[in-house]
């Protein structure tokens, strides 16, 4: 499924380290449909041990993890909107992607200079979601124009549109992303169509540093990360802290002499990076079935809530055009039955419809 975060962020935050460090966890392009050679674009597997544990199980020649794309976005100056500095081609790169991926830098160091002269994370942020609610305001205002004459005639279409269109202004109007806007089903089909920059889901990564001598915020206590911290409860916005250099110097190691290496450094096992592929699949509304047996185990992304046909479409449009029915397990069932051919004859395996709502984790077998 083609969908993808773009990674963004003020200069010198840990922007391109952290996409660095997103591509050590890279997979083979050719095993998904929506592979590519762009060097901005990493295609990084999700962390799910559930994919190990059924290969193991089916003693799979082949092992296929979920995927989701990264997108490394132009660096960001205060104007993008007005064309300053890599404006344009970092709003048209955002406009492409499906969730943003907001890099915060929370550490401080002498010897990596902040474009303001100082760190102050609320204000980065700041900085960013201006822009994008300064291009959506003349993105609106634009549309809004181009419908006035439809609107005069009377046209309903157009009526309610502008009606859609304006509601949203008014909140981009008092510097307010346009997705804290409140819209019925109908309203956000009209305003999907906009693309709107800050409609997009926002997960906040909030980058620090490991080491001797390092200051993070988050371990100072400082007024600025509990404000930081205020903003996104309010908000209700996600977050993850990571440590993004950590995970880019260590990329060349592996196994013991990895996590020595890690400790040397003063860093947690845990960068951050994996809670962050996992949090920004979660934002794009994404779940996992599995297929699993001798030739390949192999996790399958789709949408939330997708019914069994769509589920298959994952796999092949056939699924959904020849659909018959579905025979499906939960992972963890199949697992301890111990083979498939127990779990059916204890009636673990169900035949589903099309009807169906697929769950993440089921195992599902496809009738066409």
Not at 159 to 183: M, Q
Not at 204 to 229: Q, T
Not at 295 to 322: C, L, Q, V, Y
């Amino acid at each position: 499924m083609p969908l993808s975060i773009g990674i963004v962020g003020l200069p010198n935050v840990g922007k391109s380290t952290l996409f660095n460090a997103l591509t050590e966890k890279s997979v083979a392009a050719e095993n998904y449909p929506f592979c590519t050679i762009d060097p901005s674009v990493g295609i990084v597997a999700v962390p799910d041990e559930r994919v190990d544990r059924l290969n193991s199980f089916s003693h799979s020649k082949k092992r296929i993890p979920a995927a989701i794309e990264f997108v490394d976005i132009a660096g960001l100056v205060a104007g993008a909107s007005e064309g300053q500095g890599l404006g344009n081609k970092f709003l048209a790169n955002i406009r492409e992607t499906d969730a943003i991926a907001q890099v915060v830098r929370i550490f401080e160091d002498e010897n990596v200079i902040h474009v303001a002269n100082k760190i102050n994370p609320m204000d980065d942020i700041g900085v960013i979601n201006l822009e994008l609610i300064l291009a959506d305001m003349q993105t609106v205002t634009k549309r809004l124009q181009n419908i006035e004459r439809d609107v005069k005639r009377g046209e309903k279409d157009a009526v309610r549109e502008k009606y859609v269109l304006s509601k949203v202004l008014a909140v981009l109007e008092e510097g307010k992303l346009a997705g804290t806007v409140s819209l019925d089903e109908h309203e956000t089909i009209i305003i999907k169509t906009m693309h709107l920059l800050s409609m997009k889901p926002i997960l906040y990564v909030l980058n620090k540093r490991s080491g001797a001598g390092m200051k993070n915020l988050d371990e100072l206590h400082d007024e600025r990360y509990v404000s930081l911290m205020e903003f996104l409860k309010e908000s209700g916005s996600g977050h993850v802290i990571v440590d993004a250099k950590i995970e880019s110097e260590l990329k060349d190691f592996v196994g013991e002499e990895r996590e020595m290496f890690r400790a040397e450094l003063g860093a947690s096992k845990d960068d951050g990076v994996n809670d962050l592929i996992r949090k920004s699949y979660d934002i794009l509304g994404l779940m996992t079935y599995f297929t699993t047996g001798e030739d390949e185990t192999r996790a399958w992304t789709i949408k939330k809530n997708s019914t069994a046909p769509i589920a298959g479409m994952a796999i092949h449009t056939d699924f959904r055009d020849k659909f018959i029915r579905a025979e499906v397990i939960n992972w963890e069932k199949l697992i301890t039955a111990g083979a498939y051919s127990i779990a059916r004859e204890k009636g673990l395996v169900r035949t589903e419809g099309k009807e169906y709502i697929v769950q993440d984790g089921d195992v599902i077998e496809f009738r066409i």
